[in-house]
């Protein structure tokens, strides 16, 4: 998420009331979540295990739960619970309207059809030439380009599914961030794509989705990606251009998928893989597999 104009580290700091590690007017222009994140952004760490991951990514403003040594051209917010505080600053910037309330009406390109069923929320900008089917939900700050096919029931920008438990319940990561569908991609019946926490959730030009496809926060989907019915896509990954996924398909987080990559139906993928064609419950290259399965036939 991108501040409308760039805050300085005391006035975030005061916002959430903690310590600061760092010039007082050291700038940020923003927040996101570790995958995503950019210089000036903040990112949040509230465990010991990924202390290093935060304190080298690419943020250069920790919001963290211990004063640590803090690297070089970088600064820390202290606070007793990040998780809390990085929802705080998010909702203080960011306004999700979810469908209460006034909504404003969405910029519309010419020749575009939307059925009268459909439910639109704020700051929502539809390209040219589009066709909406009846009862699709379209969520704030969603950017749809041209020529692009949604068919009914599709819900495009719903939260993402971020949470940490506390005191026996679970807590949601709050999302800000959008849904941003490029031009020539044609959405089946009854998919859910989840807008980013802080970021975009992207589906690439001239991808097709089948029926019944979930994709998960801050995932981003390359160009002319073909993707059957009941695959499921965690959060933040990236998928690159001209992979084909079959049926059923389970994809786990932060997970990065070649071009020219083919997941045939019901495989598993837990890993990074490079281009090849993949089955399996652990995404085993596909002659692999068949060579397995030939020598258990043998035993």
Request: with cysteine.
């Amino acid at each position: 998420m991108t501040f409308s104009q760039p805050q300085t580290l005391k006035s975030i700091a005061d916002l959430i009331q903690s310590k600061y590690v760092g010039p007082e007017d050291f700038q940020i222009v923003g927040t996101n979540e570790i995958h995503r994140v950019k210089a000036g952004e903040i990112v949040f760490v509230n465990h010991p295990k990924y202390y290093d991951k935060a304190l080298h990514s690419d943020a250069t403003i920790i919001l963290i739960d211990k004063e640590v040594d803090c690297p070089e051209g970088k600064a820390l917010l202290i606070s007793e619970d990040p998780f809390r505080d990085f929802n705080k600053i998010n909702t203080h910037f960011t306004k999700i309207s979810n469908f209460f309330g006034e909504l404003s009406k969405p910029e519309i390109g010419e020749n575009s059809q939307i059925h009268p069923s459909v439910t639109v929320g704020n700051n929502v900008k539809i390209g040219k030439n589009c066709i909406i089917y009846p009862n699709v939900v379209i969520g704030d700050d969603t950017i749809i380009g041209d020529n692009v096919i949604i068919q009914a029931n599709t819900v495009l920008g719903g939260n993402a599914f971020y949470y940490r438990k506390l005191n026996g319940n679970f807590d949601r990561l709050i999302s800000v961030g959008n849904v941003v569908i490029e031009n020539n991609v044609e959405i089946g019946v009854g998919c859910t794509i989840d807008r980013g926490v802080t970021d975009i959730t992207l589906i690439g030009e001239g991808s097709v989705l089948d029926n019944q496809i979930q994709i998960g926060h801050d995932t981003v989907i390359g160009k002319r990606c073909l993707i059957a019915s009941q695959t499921g896509i965690a959060g933040c990954c990236i998928i690159e251009d001209e992979v084909t996924i079959w049926g059923q398909v389970g994809m786990a987080s932060g997970l990065r998928i070649e071009s020219g990559t083919v997941l045939l139906a019901k495989t598993g993928v837990n890993r990074d893989l490079k281009k090849g064609t993949y089955f399996g419950l652990l995404a085993d290259p596909f002659r692999d597999y068949l060579k397995k399965e030939v020598k258990l036939k043998k035993l």
